[in-house]
Every structure is written in C-alpha cells, then in structure tokens.
C-alpha cells in the first residue's frame, strides 16, 4: 500500500527535551510539508521542502528543525526551544511543489508535554 | 499574502438537511482552491479542489462546491447530510503560481444530529 506513514502516534516529552517524529512516504513524491493543528487554528506551516537537501521556513518555524536526506523521508525535530510544543502534527506530501499538487496527509502524531 | 476565512467554527444541520460551509479567500492572484475533510484524531483527505475550467467542482462524498470570483468565494455543499459526515472541514489556497504551499482556513466542524 502506498501512503505516508508518521510514528509515533502518541508522543510524551518532559519539559527540556528534544524530540523527534518520524514521516515516511513511498508515493515517489517530491514535496514534503510538516504542519502543527492546535484546536480552533487550523493548520499552520512548520516547514516544508521541494527537493531532498533543500528546506524552507513555514509561519512558525522557531523552535523547530528538519532534515531532507532521503527523498521518501522527512523528520521534524521539536526541541526545548519551542515554547509550547502539545499539538497534534501532520505531515504532507505532494507529486511535485505545484500550487495545484493536493497535498496527500499522514495520520498524524499527538504531542504531549509533561 | 493569500488568507482564508471559513465563517462558523461549528455547523449543527439535522440528518438528511442541506450542507453549506462557507468559505472566503484572499489572494492578489487568481487562486487555486481545496477542502479537506478531517475525521478525529486523522489526518486530512481531499474533498475536491478547483484550479481552472468550470467553476462548480464535483467531488468525493456527494460534496460540491462553486468558485465565485466576483464573491471570492468557494462554498462547499451537499443536499442532503448523513451521519457520516460529522467531521472537521477545512478550505485552503494556493497561489496559481510558483510552487507555493497552501493556507488552510481555521476549519469548521460539522455535527449532524439524527
């Protein structure tokens, strides 16, 4: 089956510690996105990237990191910068960076803090 | 910059009523247009999306919507609502061109009473 897969589903972190989600994708596509949902806002732009390698900035990128080492990967990286990490994240992909792509989504990670 | 504003965070209709979610978008540029559908706790699947040619797009579930430029508008409809379709919407926008990430309204939750 192809589709993105992001683990883990539920993530528990103590104040100070830095963590990382996972996102998998095996749909060949080129763009990936990350996204933080928090109740009554939407979805805001965390980061995304076109190309493996290359990465740019979202709205809300402080506090936050990624890498683009493998075209069908795309970790984010939560650390003890970011102020108030408990969100729900979602990660996207799409064929090519198009504005007409649709974006494909993951189920999503559950952050906690403790 | 692009914006979307969905009106009314929650949409109450009884089984079997009209569905109508509102959404407006901002752009300097002429748009291309999505809804999303968001069941609890997963991630977002696509409802339909516009890009170019007619202006009322046929999508999954019974849904449509109608692009009005002179409205700027992109209402999303259904005849008739089933229980099934509680869940949380959302409208989002791209620029038609570049390749640019979407902007995704604040969503709206549907319930449907019985």
């Known amino acids: 089956d192809g589709g993105i897969t992001q683990s883990p589903k539920y993530l528990f972190r103590k104040e100070g510690q830095n963590v990382t989600l996972s996102c998998e994708q095996n749909l060949n596509h080129d763009a990936m996105y990350w996204y933080r949902q928090d109740p009554g806002q939407g979805l805001r732009l965390i980061y995304y990237?076109?190309?493996?390698?290359?990465?740019q900035k979202g709205d809300i990128a402080e506090g936050y990191s990624v890498s683009r080492e493998k075209k069908e990967s795309f970790p984010l990286t939560v650390t003890s910068a970011q102020k108030n990490p408990t969100a729900f994240y979602l990660c996207?992909?799409?064929?090519?960076?198009?504005?007409?792509?649709?974006?494909?989504f993951g189920p999503g990670t559950r952050l906690t803090v403790l | 910059a692009q914006s979307v504003t969905q009106l009314g965070s929650h949409v109450s209709v009884s089984e079997g009523a009209l569905v109508l979610l509102r959404c407006n978008y901002s752009s300097s540029v002429p748009p291309y247009l999505f809804w999303y559908v968001q069941y609890p706790n997963q991630g977002l699947q696509l409802l339909l999306k516009y890009t170019t040619g007619a202006t009322l797009v046929k999508g999954i579930n019974g849904f449509e919507a109608e692009f009005k430029k002179s409205e700027t508008s992109f209402h999303l409809t259904k005849p008739s609502a089933h229980m099934s379709d509680a869940a949380e919407y959302f409208c989002a926008v791209s620029k038609n061109s570049g390749n640019t990430p979407l902007v995704f309204g604040k969503g709206t939750r549907l319930s449907v009473i019985a």
């Open positions: 996207a992909s799409s064929p090519l960076a198009s504005s007409t792509d649709t974006q494909y």
């Open positions: 990237s076109q190309i493996v390698n290359d990465f």
